[in-house]
Structures are given as structure tokens and as C-alpha cells.
């Protein structure tokens, strides 16, 4: 079983900050530029999302390749990001490039509903004896949440339903009560239960505590 783990990009973290005296904890430190150690420097890797399988560690990102070829000489947004990159290690230093999944409109023979490919999360599950892999993204903000299928953590996927997985349509999601649905994140628990955590923004919503997170 899996669970998909968050990590945020040491590189972005730039000081030095100290726990406040009342926690009882000892200063923390960051990382300084400069000694961020990233885990690749070719190519561009953002929300990434891991996943543990037969004694290797997956890693899921979004991908920029999309969005370079469309505007190559200009400063890059999330506006076509359409790929998934995966990296993978048995060691955690010593990392292998699989390349990129294609998602949505670059889906070679699938369907082309989605736009985008952001904030992907991956897990694996052994179904009727078989090991199968599942990475969520989601198409932008507001299109909706989508799942891949393949038979091996690199892929290849396919798109199993043509569509959106969780939309505006699902219940208790809606426009007003959960703004973005973005940053799917996934786990199956020990007792082979599965859960789907996504959504986000307040558009209207109480800044502190929007309530526009939801699980299924």
C-alpha cells in the first residue's frame, strides 16, 4: 500500500528561523542557497508528490515542457502544463529520469478533455492480484480532478473514464464552497481503504478557516 508524501523544494526555502520559546523545541535551521541539493537540476519539477514501491521511491511532478514549447523566449506559467515527470530512486541519492507522462490533449489515443496536468499524487493497489498504478492531477483550477491507470509505476497510462473524476457535480463540492480544485492527494490505508484529498481557495470563504478541503 501506499501514501503519497508532500515535499516542498528545500531551493525555495532561503534562511534561518527560530521556534518561538514556548514550544520547548530547539531552533530549526533551512537550508541556504546554494547547498539546496536538488534532486535534478536539468529540468523543471514542481509539486512533487512521492510514492514507495518494491524498494523504490517515485517521485511526480509537474512539468513545464509543455508550456516551454509554446513560449520558449518568455517566463513560463502553468497555463499549459500538460505533463507529468517521474524520477525514481533505490538509494535517495542516485536518481533515474523516466521522462514525462502525457496527459489530457498530449495522451497519445485518449481522450482530450483535460487542459492541464497540475500537482499530480500517485498511489498503487493490488487489484484481482495485480499491482495497478493511479496518479490524480488536476486540469487547473477549476476543471476538475482526473486519474491515470497503468500497469507499472513509469507508465504507460491510459485515461479509464474520458473524464473528470471529481467535478463541481460531486456531492457537497461545489463553485462556492470548495473555489479550486486542485492538489489531489491520495492514500490507501493498511486496510486497503482508499482516500482522495483535494480542493482548496476562499473566493468569499472565511480566510482562517475556509472549510474547502474535501476527502472521498
Known sequence: MSTCVFAAPSS??????????????????????????PLITHKYG??????????????YMTDDQAQWELTPD????????????????ADMVNWT?????????????GTSWADRAWAPAAAWKNINGEDKF????????????GV??????????HDPLGKALITWEVENVNSSSVP?????????????????????GIN???ANEPKSARVV
Not at 525555495?12 to 541539493?37: D, R
Not at 493511479?134 to 480532478?145: E, L, P, S, V, W
Not at 490507501?188 to 482508499?194: E, H, L, R, S, Y
Open 12 to 37: 525555495l526555502i532561503t534562511g534561518q528561523y527560530e521556534v518561538q520559546a514556548e514550544t520547548n523545541l530547539a531552533p530549526a535551521a533551512a537550508k541556504i542557497p546554494g547547498n539546496s541539493n
Open 46 to 59: 514542481g509539486d512533487p508528490c512521492a510514492m514507495v514501491y518494491d524498494g523504490r521511491v517515485y517521485i
Open 74 to 89: 518568455t517566463n513560463n506559467s502553468y497555463s499549459d502544463c500538460r505533463s507529468i515527470s517521474i524520477i525514481s530512486s
Open 97 to 109: 529520469d523516466h521522462g514525462k507522462v502525457p496527459v489530457g490533449k498530449q495522451l497519445a489515443g
Open 134 to 145: 493511479f496518479i490524480y492531477f488536476a486540469d487547473g483550477d477549476t476543471g476538475g480532478i
Open 148 to 157: 491515470l491507470v497503468g500497469d507499472s509505476p513509469i507508465g504507460p497510462f
Open 180 to 200: 479550486w480544485l486542485v492538489d489531489p492527494a491520495v492514500l490507501v490505508d493498511d486496510d486497503g481503504k482508499a482516500y482522495l484529498y483535494f480542493g482548496g
Open 204 to 206: 468569499g470563504l472565511n
